[in-house]
């Protein structure tokens, strides 16, 4: 399965968030220069994510945004599902597919997509920033 930018960038801005001082607020542009992405595109994301809680905004001349919650309450694999627009893996009837009644492959696939977000969903995202000086020195030298 492959994430999409929405998704994958999703997990950049909460990686980035992640590993900033407490309480400290970054831009929108902070990220897309650190991060090479078009600051319009990020927008939604960010947008996003706001939305569905992960993280605040305040707005204003000294706004910006940070984590809603702790590292260790945001479950990758709920941010992923939550992110991705369709994960459905394949439609047999768009088009309709002939072989549908009898083929076993639909099934194959989501129970690799099942295996796939099991995984997903042991991990937090305090788990993905076990190393925040050496992301944040990465980020730097970007």
């Known amino acids: 399965?492959?994430?999409t930018h929405h998704t994958d960038f999703s997990?950049?801005?909460l990686v980035f968030l992640a590993v900033q001082k407490q309480?400290?607020?970054?831009t929108i542009s902070d990220i897309a220069n650190d991060f090479n992405i078009?600051?319009?595109h990020l927008?939604?994301?960010v947008h996003k994510l706001s939305k569905c809680g992960y993280v605040n905004t305040?707005?204003?001349?000294?706004?910006?945004?940070?984590?809603?919650k702790a590292p260790a309450e945001l479950n990758v694999g709920d941010i992923v599902k939550t992110m991705e627009a369709n994960i459905e893996v394949v439609n047999c009837n768009k088009p309709v597919c002939p072989l549908s009644n009898a083929c076993e492959?639909?099934?194959?696939?989501?129970?690799?997509?099942s295996a796939f977000f099991a995984t997903l969903e042991k991990y937090t995202l305090a788990d993905i920033v076990q190393q925040p000086d050496k992301i944040l020195n990465l980020l730097d030298s970007g």
């Open 23 to 26: 309480d400290a607020l970054v």
């Open 58 to 68: 305040v707005r204003g001349k000294n706004g910006g945004l940070c984590l809603a």
């Open 1 to 3: 399965m492959q994430l």
């Open 11 to 13: 997990l950049r801005v």
């Open 43 to 45: 927008t939604k994301v």
């Open 105 to 113: 492959l639909k099934g194959i696939l989501n129970e690799a997509q």
């Open 38 to 40: 078009a600051k319009n």
